[in-house]
């Protein structure tokens, strides 16, 4: 059974930066592709990045130049580094496999707030 644990997420001030990681079991990692996905609340859940076995990245436009996804495929681990973030990057965010197939994980809450 694969089980996706995010981590990270926190209260931060306008302008400042976070790292979410994601921690993947019961799968073989390093095969899948995996995404960065974000659900504000009375939203749809949605795409933000995803990363290839390879390494190719894509990012939704909203987040393009802000945040950097990358994976440690020895640590079963994906990551989101977010910078200069926005009252509007406000949401839980979660990981999955791209396209998203996995059981949903708990999510890690991003508040930004001055």
């Known amino acids: 059974q694969v089980q996706l644990v995010e981590s990270g997420g926190a209260l931060v001030q306008p302008g400042e930066s976070l790292r979410l990681s994601c921690v993947i079991s019961?799968?073989?990692?390093?095969?899948?592709?995996m995404g960065w996905y974000r659900q504000e609340a009375g939203k749809e859940r949605e795409f933000v990045a995803r990363?290839?076995?390879?390494?190719?990245?894509k990012y939704a436009d909203s987040v393009k130049g802000r945040f950097t996804i990358s994976r440690d495929n020895a640590k079963n681990t994906v990551y989101l580094q977010m910078n200069s973030l926005k009252a509007e990057d406000a949401a839980v965010y979660y990981c999955?496999?791209?396209?998203?197939?996995?059981?949903w994980g708990q999510g890690t809450q991003v508040t930004v707030s001055s």
């Open positions: 999955n496999d791209w396209p998203a197939r996995f059981s």
């Open positions: 019961g799968t073989i990692f390093s095969l899948n592709a």
């Open positions: 990363i290839t076995s390879t390494g190719t990245t």
